[in-house]
């Protein structure tokens, strides 16, 4: 027998559905008396339970097969006496394991931790109302956890909103929450439920900062290395290196700043993702200077040297050769935030399919005081110095780090970027060439009919004209009609419409039995003008023979 999947519609309207397979009332009112429902709430119900396919078509108020099905398996779950089961639930039925709020507890870990704001409260009874009336429509997503509990992986908001309903006497105590269980490792865990959090709400900077710093844990606990844990958490994620780099960096607040960062929009102690970074670079200036190795400093110092050089944006893309892809220090600063670096070519912007550096957003600027001098020779000296102080040969408008002199070459990944990127860009250039020829030749066809009508209407005038006494040539009419795009002669269809001789739409059906009168009058009247006959009326289609029988057959 194959298991059936709980419709979390079902569950919650386990009761309503009960009432209606009694039978034992006769209107909706007593229907909702029965099932324990609010009678001006009935007809809403109802209509949940027909769109979830519980309740047959039509109008009759009556269990579907899948209503049934799923009020079997609501009753086998719950052990009803005389059905199969035997067990009370909790109790697997089909991927579903039914379950108590009571057994449901939620993750300590979860990255979102306001539950106690007023926007948090009000959003939760929001949606304790919403449950209320409409049911669960989700299925809650739990792991199992110690003592017979199951630890929330996602769908804590509606844990937390049935809670309140319970508390309210709204919810009763032992209803079943059906519930998907998954078998997750911690990575996977904390994966789903912050995906899950990003997608229901926005969490504020700290709770995703602490999110961040749980997943790049449970990383770190699977061997990878520490300069490549933000970029396997952003794509994860579906974010940016520097936005899990930024929100990391929020943890070296103190914890007064932390909980500002939580607060509402319109609390005046609340701290701005902007604040908080100014507060960390004022935090790291007026530290101790960060102490580097001297082939580290003098690596950090020429990619400054080299970025203020080039652009007068600090966090702006550098260019770089290909071969600061095997340069092995580079990721332990990655992992610092002092540097930003990814091996493959980049994808767009004007330095598409090259390979770029760029200073991080925890670069320790107060190291190197000559950086931030507009002149460029006070720059240069500056470097000078720094090559003096690491006992290296002051080369000739060069750097020591090859990979930062140009020219720099183009790695075969790069320049398929190109080539693509290239042809893109042509095939634009003649998609829009293609548009303005036909915009163009468009509009010079439409300008050549509306003079070619501006010439018809004026022939038409000169004709009604030299003719109001007398009858015009009937070959000038038939020719009119024709410059008119209308030739004749014209007819009327069953629908009560008139065509011209070539199929073509003159006049559109028939409003009332004057109207057809006056069109059988205006086209009998010009087609004798143009001395053609009128043509029968066009007579209805009728169905065809053969296909009828076939209908027949079978329909019987």
Same mark, same amino acid.
């Given at each position: 027998?194959?298991? %059936?999947?709980?419709?979390? @519609?079902?569950?919650?309207?386990?009761?309503?559905?009960?009432?209606?397979?009694?039978? &034992?009332?006769?209107?909706?009112?007593? !229907?909702?008396?029965?099932?324990?429902?609010?009678?001006?709430?009935?007809?809403?119900?109802?209509?949940?339970?027909?769109? #979830? +396919?519980?309740?047959?078509?039509?109008?009759?108020?009556?269990?579907?097969?899948?209503?049934?099905?799923?009020?079997?398996?609501?009753?086998?779950?719950?052990?009803?006496?005389? !059905?199969?089961?035997?067990?009370?639930?909790?109790?697997?039925?089909?991927?579903?394991?039914?379950?108590?709020?009571? &057994?449901?507890?939620?993750? /300590?870990?979860?990255?979102?931790?306001?539950?106690?704001?007023?926007?948090?409260?009000?959003?939760?009874?929001?949606?304790?109302? +919403?449950?209320?009336?409409?049911?669960?429509?989700?299925?809650?997503?739990?792991?199992?956890? /110690?003592?017979?509990?199951?630890?929330?992986?996602?769908?804590?908001?509606?844990?937390?909103?049935?809670?309140? #309903?319970?508390?309210?006497?709204?919810?009763?105590?032992?209803?079943? %929450?059906?519930?998907?269980?998954? =078998? @997750? =490792?911690?990575?996977?865990?904390?994966?789903?439920?912050?995906?899950?959090? !990003?997608?229901?709400?926005?969490?504020? /900077?700290?709770?995703?900062?602490?999110?961040?710093?749980?997943?790049?844990?449970?990383?770190?606990?699977?061997?990878?290395?520490?300069?490549?844990?933000?970029?396997?958490?952003?794509?994860?994620?579906?974010?940016? %290196?520097?936005?899990?780099?930024?929100?990391?960096?929020?943890?070296?607040?103190?914890?007064?700043?932390?909980?500002?960062?939580?607060?509402?929009?319109? +609390?005046?102690?609340?701290?701005?993702?902007?604040?908080?970074?100014?507060?960390?670079?004022?935090?790291?200036?007026?530290?101790?200077?960060?102490?580097?190795?001297?082939?580290?400093?003098?690596?950090?110092?020429?990619?400054?040297?080299?970025?203020?050089?080039?652009?007068?944006?600090?966090?702006? =893309?550098?260019? @770089?050769?290909?071969? *600061?892809?095997?340069?092995?220090?580079?990721?332990?600063?990655?992992?610092?935030?002092?540097?930003?670096?990814?091996?493959?070519?980049?994808?767009?912007?004007?330095?598409?399919?090259?390979?770029?550096?760029?200073?991080?957003?925890?670069?320790?600027?107060?190291?190197?005081?000559?950086?931030?001098?507009?002149?460029?020779?006070?720059? =240069? #000296?500056?470097?000078?110095?720094?090559?003096?102080?690491?006992?290296?040969?002051?080369?000739?408008?060069?750097?020591?780090?090859?990979?930062?002199?140009?020219?720099?070459?183009?790695?075969?990944?790069?320049?398929?970027?190109?080539?693509?990127?290239?042809?893109?860009?042509?095939?634009?250039?003649?998609?829009?060439?293609?548009?303005?020829?036909?915009?163009?030749?468009?509009?010079?066809?439409?300008?050549?009919?509306?003079?070619?009508?501006?010439? @018809?209407?004026?022939?038409?005038?000169?004709?009604?004209?030299?003719?109001?006494?007398?009858?015009?040539?009937?070959?000038?009419?038939?020719?009119?009609?024709?410059?008119?795009?209308?030739?004749?002669?014209?007819?009327?269809?069953?629908?009560?419409?008139?065509?011209?001789?070539?199929?073509?739409?003159?006049?559109?059906?028939?409003?009332?039995?004057?109207?057809?009168?006056?069109?059988?009058?205006?086209?009998?009247?010009?087609?004798?003008?143009?001395?053609?006959?009128?043509?029968? +009326?066009? /007579?209805?289609?009728?169905?065809?023979?053969? #296909?009828?029988? *076939?209908?027949?057959?079978?329909?019987?």
């Amino acid at each position: 027998m194959t298991a %059936i999947v709980l419709n979390p @519609v079902a569950v919650s309207s386990a009761g309503l559905l009960r009432a209606i397979r009694a039978g &034992q009332w006769n209107t909706k009112s007593e !229907l909702a008396i029965a099932a324990g429902r609010n009678p001006s709430n009935i007809a809403r119900d109802l209509a949940i339970l027909r769109t #979830a +396919d519980m309740l047959v078509d039509g109008d009759a108020i009556a269990l579907s097969d899948t209503g049934s099905a799923q009020l079997d398996a609501i009753e086998r779950a719950e052990g009803k006496p005389g !059905l199969p089961g035997g067990e009370r639930w909790p109790q697997q039925v089909g991927d579903i394991r039914l379950l108590t709020h009571a &057994q449901i507890v939620p993750d /300590p870990e979860n990255a979102r931790q306001d539950w106690e704001s007023d926007e948090a409260r009000e959003e939760l009874d929001a949606l304790r109302e +919403d449950i209320i009336q409409a049911g669960l429509l989700q299925n809650l997503v739990v792991r199992a956890g /110690p003592d017979d509990n199951f630890i929330l992986v996602g769908g804590e908001r509606r844990w937390r909103a049935i809670g309140l #309903a319970i508390s309210d006497d709204d919810w009763p105590v032992d209803r079943p %929450i059906p519930c998907r269980v998954i =078998d @997750v =490792d911690e990575l996977g865990h904390r994966l789903a439920a912050l995906s899950e959090n !990003l997608q229901r709400r926005n969490l504020n /900077p700290l709770e995703k900062a602490r999110a961040f710093e749980g997943l790049a844990q449970a990383f770190a606990d699977q061997g990878v290395e520490d300069g490549k844990i933000n970029r396997e958490i952003a794509d994860r994620i579906g974010v940016t %290196i520097e936005h899990v780099q930024q929100h990391r960096s929020f943890m070296k607040l103190d914890e007064a700043d932390q909980q500002r960062l939580t607060l509402g929009k319109d +609390d005046p102690r609340r701290m701005s993702v902007s604040d908080a970074r100014k507060k960390l670079s004022a935090k790291k200036e007026a530290a101790p200077e960060v102490e580097f190795d001297p082939e580290t400093r003098l690596l950090l110092a020429e990619i400054l040297h080299a970025v203020r050089a080039r652009t007068t944006y600090t966090y702006a =893309d550098l260019q @770089v050769g290909a071969a *600061a892809r095997d340069d092995e220090r580079l990721a332990p600063l990655v992992a610092q935030g002092q540097l930003r670096f990814d091996p493959d070519p980049e994808q767009y912007g004007d330095l598409a399919g090259h390979i770029v550096i760029a200073l991080g957003y925890q670069f320790a600027f107060g190291a190197f005081d000559w950086s931030a001098d507009p002149d460029p020779e006070a720059r =240069d #000296a500056g470097l000078v110095a720094e090559w003096d102080k690491a006992g290296q040969p002051r080369p000739d408008g060069r750097y020591l780090t090859e990979w930062l002199n140009p020219p720099f070459e183009i790695t075969p990944e790069g320049q398929a970027i190109i080539d693509q990127r290239a042809a893109d860009e042509a095939a634009k250039e003649e998609s829009t060439a293609e548009n303005i020829r036909i915009r163009e030749a468009a509009e010079q066809a439409r300008a050549a009919d509306i003079v070619r009508q501006a010439e @018809v209407a004026a022939r038409s005038r000169d004709l009604f004209a030299a003719h109001r006494r007398a009858a015009p040539k009937p070959a000038d009419v038939v020719t009119l009609a024709e410059e008119a795009e209308s030739p004749l002669p014209w007819r009327i269809t069953h629908k009560g419409d008139v065509v011209a001789a070539d199929g073509s739409l003159v006049i559109g059906g028939r409003t009332n039995d004057r109207a057809e009168a006056r069109m059988r009058l205006l086209v009998l009247a010009l087609n004798t003008a143009g001395g053609v006959e009128t043509p029968e +009326d066009e /007579p209805a289609p009728q169905p065809d023979a053969e #296909a009828a029988d *076939a209908f027949e057959e079978a329909d019987a």
